[in-house]
Nanobody, 120 residues
Framework: QVQLVESGGGLVQPGGSLRLSCAAS????????MGWYRQAPGKQRELVAS???????TYANSVKGRFTISRDNAKNTVYLQMNSLRPEDTAVYYC??????????????WGQGTQVNLSS
């Protein structure tokens, strides 16, 4: 019913910037929370940043001051502006969204992931 389409990943040099986008499509009335997770080789998937519908944000300590998450509720789209990228930021970045169910509660949706690779 809901698909998350990610874009913006790629190869970038240390110190560079990338902007990730994730657009939700399908039968959606609203989305509670959207966020970005990442999984580096040999590591567990971790939260990078999340943003609630009221634009309250949370960030992993490792990205504070460098990454900025934002959302456009009308477009059901979340963005992640990544500046001052470091080699340790190399990972597959996944978009996540929580959407309400008809009978109450919510369901979690995941994107397929987009690769961010730091290389000098």
């Amino acid at each position: 019913q809901v698909q998350l389409v990610e874009s913006g990943g790629g190869l970038v040099q240390p110190g560079g910037s990338l902007r990730l986008s994730c657009a939700a499509s399908g039968i959606i009335f609203s989305i509670y929370t959207m966020g970005w997770y990442r999984q580096a080789p040999g590591k567990q998937r971790e939260l990078v940043a999340s943003i609630a519908r009221d634009h309250t944000t949370t960030y992993a300590n490792s990205v504070k001051g460098r990454f900025t998450i934002s959302r456009d509720n009308a477009k059901n789209t979340v963005y992640l502006q990544m500046n001052s990228l470091r080699p340790e930021d190399t990972a597959v970045y996944y978009c996540k969204a929580d959407a309400p169910l008809l009978g109450g509660g919510f369901r979690i949706y995941w994107g397929q992931g987009t690769q961010v690779n730091l290389s000098s």
